[in-house]
């Protein structure tokens, strides 16, 4: 699915389905835009291949944004357990917001020149899968020369942290990926976490 603007706004709610035991890189949603905002929210659904019904696990699913001179907002609002999201996102002048799931495990990353990287926190939510694990997260931020280019990098999973090699289908594993780029700009990621203990701002690669 393609969308593109020249001067003119994108406000779209998207429904994203994907086979639940399929792999990346999955079925893919591309926005752009020039001189217009985008206001997108995706929710992620995975179903069965025999029965063809929805499951609340797996699938993969791609999304890519650029744009200009104006606000990016993205949500994803509803996703399922153990599913791979791959999520790169670019604005020029103007702010970048990416909300994830709470399902969502794995790496993330944001970049700015001439702006900060921040890491949002929306707050506490208990384990998606049921099972009672605990949210793991863990980041760095630093600027390379001081106070020009930002980054910030990072992971976060529940319950144990997984390991290499992963086997297939990948299931409890981190696959997901969301890379932020700003130029003048700030570019923000938003994650749940379980509680206070589950921050820790020192990042191991």
Do not use: C
């Not at 990287?117 to 506490?124: A, E, F, K, S």
């Not at 863990?138 to 290499?164: C, F, K, L, Q, T």
């Amino acid at each position: 699915m393609f969308l593109k603007t020249k001067s003119g706004k994108i406000d779209a709610n998207i429904t994203m389905i994907s086979n639940a035991t399929g792999v990346s890189p999955g079925p893919l949603v591309d926005i752009r835009t020039t001189s217009g905002s985008i206001n997108a929210d995706f929710t992620l659904v995975a179903v069965d291949p025999e029965t063809e019904e929805e499951v609340p696990y797996g699938g993969a699913y791609q999304i890519s944004t650029r744009s200009f001179r104006a606000p990016a907002r993205l949500e994803v609002v509803d996703a399922p357990v153990d599913s791979t999201l791959s999520l790169q996102s670019k604005n020029v002048m103007g702010p970048l917001e990416v909300h994830l799931h709470p399902t969502f495990q794995g790496k993330f990353s944001s970049k700015a020149f001439i702006g900060d990287t921040p890491l949002g926190i929306r707050g506490y939510t208990k384990d998606p899968s049921g099972d009672d694990r605990k949210r793991n997260l863990v980041w760095d931020a630093w600027s390379i020369p001081p106070g020009i280019r930002h980054i910030m990098s990072g992971e976060v999973w529940w319950g144990d942290r997984p390991e290499p090699p992963f086997p297939e289908p990948p299931r409890s594993l981190i696959f997901s990926s969301v890379g932020l780029r700003s130029i003048i700009g700030q570019p923000l990621v938003f994650l749940h976490i379980s509680d206070s203990n589950a921050l820790n701002s020192t990042f191991e690669n």
